[in-house]
């Protein structure tokens, strides 16, 4: 499905060119399940971010299965998104002025579902976290954790067939994040392509297989 | 000390911000300024010197003058009764306009008006020359029989004389000037503001008081000035007024004979008059009094009006800039608070920086100011009487303090109170997670915008109104064809064609003959107004009308036909309608309109009624021409009637030739000045014009004012649009992250750039709604006595409908700009912002 064929991604900075990412070359099957691991630093999040064609900025090959995404303008890289990618960020970044039940309606309001539609799906994905009586609230009301849980929430409502979650754990209880490893467990069961960030072995071991990232290397299996 | 400093270097610090802010407030102060002070020193505070307002003028009224709202001069019984009470007034003086000097300049003998005055007039208005001084007590001249003083004497003259006759010459004190053939001493030279009573006297002749003469019935034209004494109220000079009133009418009582007391029978003809009262009324009232004051007052008001709305926008868009700036700067008052800084000394920072930023505008303004008062300068007729400079007051420059202040300390208090609420709060909870825009703070802003936008839609409808009339006014038909007329009124020497009809006529015809000569000429009608209305009976119409008289040219000399005024019916006047005899008229359609509404005209008879004895002079409609407006796109038209210009007195307009000419009429102006004076050597200088040319100068003040309301509704819709823009690019910027996660969920640029631009829609539109109930109320409020003459409905559609695509155009244009800043947000760098 995915296949990265020598991604370097370099930032200038004050010191010179800094390389982030170098020579990654990577593929990942429809239907995997994998983790993405290293130390704080190494890059993780930033492959994530390319992968999700959110950033754009890097040299290199990319294919989603036989498109040559390296080729395409940043409007279509967006469409593709649009049209594959749920993803939980690290920061969480849900919308402030918006309730718990309206970041959920985001992702679907953009994918032009039906309101009537989205208010079932909505009222569905919220059963499904335990957020139901947290519908209403801000998410400057809610705990760090339960705004992992919104944004977990978040990243999946809309169906995504890859899910790219950026350490959806991080915050949570073990058993509550037991739970979201056992949802993604499922999702991915019923063929939906799953990357994610982890630092947990517990999580990892949800996965098929372990990628490691060390100063923007990838490491030996 | 060290906020103020501090508030410096911030304001220096940000040159752009500071620039936009202290410009804006400077043009909105600015403006007010020079219309407050202009309004001030003509309308509100007209009258100079300490106590203005003891200063009164003293008129004689009777029924039907009060009726007019006009205030008229007294007579000399009246004068002579008010010197008599001297325990009211400490100044009296008067001065009467009385008949113009004639004043020989090249070929053509000019005429030049003065006043006389007593020689105390200028000590009451602290009025001091430029040049030389004014007049002594004993400098005053007897005047004769004909209006002329009886000896030559002092002269004090105005600056636009001084510099037309003099140059501008310092040496003119001591010099002679010859006026209708006295000569007169000039001592002193009037300051170029100084033209009381009247705005176009060119000069002032020092006169003994009015007193009853035996030789002499004087018209009551003495314009009767005076100063309260301290401790009297203008009521109480009425009461006294009141009881000089009675005593008048008793020593002038009715029906005494002409024959054994015709002076007492000649006042009586006055004082005898119904609800004739001695009458006292404030100073101030002379300088906005009858149609033309009612104009001036309209005009100015309504620029105040409209200044107060660019003002207010203007303050609502740094009321914004403050805002935002201080938001920005929320993480620098957080840490200052985390560090001690109490609320009010938070507030305070913020205030300085305000009210320092006011001030900075305040100064501005008075650069504005100075520029705006000459602009404005131009409303004000020459001829309207004025005592006093008009420059920035005291009291102008305080308002303008107290509104820069007072913008000041709005503009920073909410903010300034929000900014160390927020600070506080921010210090006790960690660096928040709030970076989005708060919902109350964007309301604030909104709110600010939706003002502005209401206030630039009625900016726009009354600059959209004035524009309709004024294209409307210079589309009115003025009744005959102006393409190519040239008018020219002549100027009869009085001693040789006063009564002499027969005379006048002769040198009429040959005048004709003369031009109708003259290379380019095609036709040349003669018209010749009585001036005055005269009263008649309409058989089978109304009782008592009043009537104008034209005298106007037959056949060769036909006014109609030279100047196409179509006949409606009936016929033209020829040769025997000459002679008082063959009672034929033609009357215009006003006329036909007020006797015979609905009716045929022609064939029907008015009549006057003649001296006793004698019969009714009747005349009979024979035609029905269309109405006339020569002069201005608005003049009133009267019901006219014409008789053939034979038979009209010299008194009253003088006579006029109209000539259709097929080339250019200004390259005959030096021929017929040449034929006047061949044919008559005394002939005064003309009034020659181009009847167009005086048409559309007509609409000059419409026109000069319509382009000032343009201006400032431009000037506002660009605060406005600036306003629109400044708020949506912040709150663009403060979204920036939100904007980003949108696009990470999948919204595309387009949906980001709709969003954005909905949401200026919406605030245009909710500023749009208030602006149209707000416009339609003030139209209405406004409308009916502005746009009676021309018809513009106040809510005209077309006009509003305009309006609201143009001011629409402009808002979405400034929200396109952000808007699209908004759809160019990169996801990944809005994200890692934080
Ligand atoms: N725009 C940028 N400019 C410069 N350096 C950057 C930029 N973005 C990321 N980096 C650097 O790239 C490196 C990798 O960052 P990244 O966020 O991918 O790390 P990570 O592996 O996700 O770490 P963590 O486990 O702490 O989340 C870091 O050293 C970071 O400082
Ligand atoms: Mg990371």
Redesign the pocket.
């Known amino acids: 499905m995915i296949k990265l064929l020598n991604l370097e991604k370099s930032v200038k900075t004050k010191a010179g060119f800094t390389y982030l990412l170098r020579q990654i070359n990577l593929d990942i099957a429809e239907g995997e399940f994998v983790t993405i691991m290293g130390p704080?630093g190494a890059g993780?999040?930033?492959l994530?971010s390319i992968i999700g064609f959110y950033d754009s900025a890097w040299e290199g090959e990319y294919y989603l299965f036989d498109q040559a995404v390296h080729k395409l303008a940043p409007k279509e890289r967006a469409a593709l998104n649009k049209r594959h990618v749920g993803f939980v960020f690290?920061q969480f970044h849900l919308l402030e002025d918006l309730t718990v039940a309206e970041n959920l309606d985001i992702p679907l309001s953009y994918r032009d579902v039906r309101k009537s539609e989205r208010e079932g799906i909505v009222a569905d994905t919220l059963d499904r976290f335990g957020i139901v009586a947290k519908k209403d609230l801000f998410p400057s009301q809610l705990s760090g954790g339960q705004q992992q849980l919104v944004a977990v929430a978040r990243a999946i409502v809309a169906k995504p067939s890859l899910i790219l979650a950026?350490?959806p754990t991080g915050n949570l209880h073990s058993d509550q994040g037991r739970e979201i490893m056992e949802l993604f467990k499922k999702l991915n069961d019923a063929g939906t392509t799953i990357v994610q960030?982890t630092h947990s072995e517990t999580n990892a071991a949800y996965g098929h297989r372990v990628i490691r990232l060390r100063d923007g290397w990838l490491a030996k299996e | 000390m060290n906020d103020f400093k501090f508030a410096f270097r911030q304001l220096l610090k940000n040159p752009g911000f500071t620039a936009v802010a202290v410009l804006t407030l400077g043009l909105g102060i600015g403006a007010n300024t020079a219309i407050f002070s202009v309004v001030n020193s003509t309308l509100l505070n007209p009258v100079p010197g300490p106590e203005p307002e003891r200063l009164m003028q003293i008129g004689e009224q009777n029924s039907e003058q009060r009726q007019s709202g006009f205030f008229h001069g007294v007579g000399p019984p009246v004068f002579q009764a008010l010197r008599e009470n001297q325990d009211f007034f400490s100044d009296l003086v008067w001065a009467n306009s009385g008949t113009p000097f004639s004043s020989k300049t090249g070929d053509f003998t000019e005429r030049v008006q003065g006043s006389r005055v007593s020689s105390d007039f200028f000590g009451c208005w602290n009025a001091r020359p430029i040049l030389g001084r004014t007049f002594a007590p004993d400098e005053a001249v007897p005047i004769g029989k004909d209006g002329m003083p009886i000896a030559d004497s002092a002269i004090v003259i105005a600056y636009a004389f001084w510099k037309s006759h003099f140059s501008g010459d310092a040496d003119v004190i001591g010099k002679s000037i010859e006026l209708s053939g006295r000569r007169f001493t000039a001592i002193g030279v009037m300051p170029s503001h100084f033209g009381f009573p009247w705005g176009g006297d060119q000069f002032w002749l020092p006169a003994e008081d009015p007193h009853v003469r035996p030789d002499l019935v004087e018209t009551p034209n003495y314009k009767v000035f005076a100063r309260l004494k301290p401790g009297v109220s203008a009521q109480q000079a009425q009461a006294m007024l009141d009881v000089l009133t009675q005593r008048l009418m008793r020593e002038y009582p009715r029906g005494m004979s002409p024959k054994t007391d015709w002076l007492r029978y000649g006042y009586a003809m006055f004082i005898q008059k119904e609800g004739w009262s001695i009458r006292i009324r404030p100073l101030r009232e002379i300088f906005v009094e009858g149609q033309l004051g009612m104009n001036l007052k309209r005009t100015l008001f309504g620029l105040v009006g409209a200044l107060g709305f660019v003002l207010l926008i203007a303050c609502a868009n740094v009321a914004n800039l403050i805002l935002a700036r201080t938001e920005n700067r929320q993480q620098e008052l957080a840490i200052r608070a985390a560090l001690g800084a109490g609320r009010v000394r938070l507030m305070r920072q913020v205030l300085t920086e305000s009210v320092l930023l006011a001030f900075l505008g305040g100064l501005a303004g008075l650069v504005i100011t100075v520029w705006g008062m000459m602009a404005l300068e131009s409303f004000i007729p020459y001829w309207r009487p004025h005592l006093k400079e008009v420059r920035i007051d005291g009291s102008a420059l305080g308002i303008t303090l107290l509104i820069s202040l007072g913008t000041g300390l709005a503009a920073g208090l909410a903010p300034g109170l929000r900014g160390s609420r927020v600070a506080l709060a921010n210090a006790m909870k960690q660096a928040g997670t709030g970076a989005t825009v708060g919902i109350g703070w964007r309301r604030y802003h909104g709110g600010l915008v939706v003002i502005q936008v209401a206030l630039a839609l009625i900016l726009l409808t009354g600059a959209g109104l004035m524009i309709e009339n004024v294209v409307r006014l210079l589309h009115v038909n003025p009744g005959f064809d102006p393409e190519n007329l040239l008018r020219v009124s002549v100027q009869l020497p009085w001693e040789k064609y006063e009564r002499q009809r027969e005379k006048t006529s002769l040198l009429l015809a040959d005048l004709r003959e003369r031009f109708a000569a003259l290379p380019g000429v095609k036709a040349v009608g003669i018209e010749k107004e009585s001036g005055f209305p005269e009263t008649f009976n309409v058989d089978g119409g109304p009782q008592s009308v009043e009537l104008y008289r034209v005298g106007c040219g037959m056949e060769e000399s036909d006014l109609f036909r030279a100047m196409r005024v179509p006949l409606l019916a009936g016929r033209y006047f020829n040769r025997d309608d000459i002679g008082e005899g063959s009672g034929t008229a033609i009357i215009n359609e006003t006329m036909a309109q007020l006797c015979w509404p609905e009716e045929v005209a022609v064939g029907r008879k008015f009549r006057a009624p003649g001296a006793p004895g004698a019969g009714d002079q009747v005349y009979e409609v024979v035609g029905v021409v269309g109405d006339i407006r020569d002069y201005s796109y608005d003049q009133e038209v009267f019901p006219t009637f014409y008789r053939p210009y034979q038979e009209l007195d010299l008194q009253g307009g003088p006579p006029t030739f109209l000539m259709r000419i097929h080339t250019d009429p200004r390259a005959l102006t030096q021929v017929i000045r040449k034929e006047l004076k061949a044919a008559e050597p005394a002939m005064g200088t003309p009034d020659i014009h181009v009847v167009k040319q005086k048409l559309y100068d007509s609409t000059q003040a419409r026109r000069t004012y319509m382009y000032y309301l343009m201006v400032i509704a431009a000037g506002g819709l660009l605060l406005s649009a600036l306003g629109i823009y400044g708020v949506l690019s912040y709150a663009v910027t403060r979204r920036t992250r939100e904007i980003g996660i949108r696009m990470a969920m999948g919204a595309e640029r387009r949906r980001v750039l709709g969003m954005v631009l909905r949401e200026g829609a919406r605030l245009i539109g909710v500023g749009v709604v208030a602006g149209l109930v707000a416009a339609l109320w003030l139209t209405r409020l406004l409308g009916n006595q502005l746009f009676k003459l021309f018809e513009v409905r106040p809510n005209d559609p077309v006009v509003l409908a305009g309006v609201l695509l143009f001011l629409s155009a402009v808002a979405l244009l400034a929200c396109w700009l952000p808007a699209r800043r908004a759809a160019r947000v990169d996801p990944m760098e809005a994200l890692r912002y934080e």
Do not use: F, H, M, Y
Request: aromatic content about 0%; charged content about 35%.
């Open positions: 704080s993780k999040s930033t994530l690290q950026d350490e960030v």
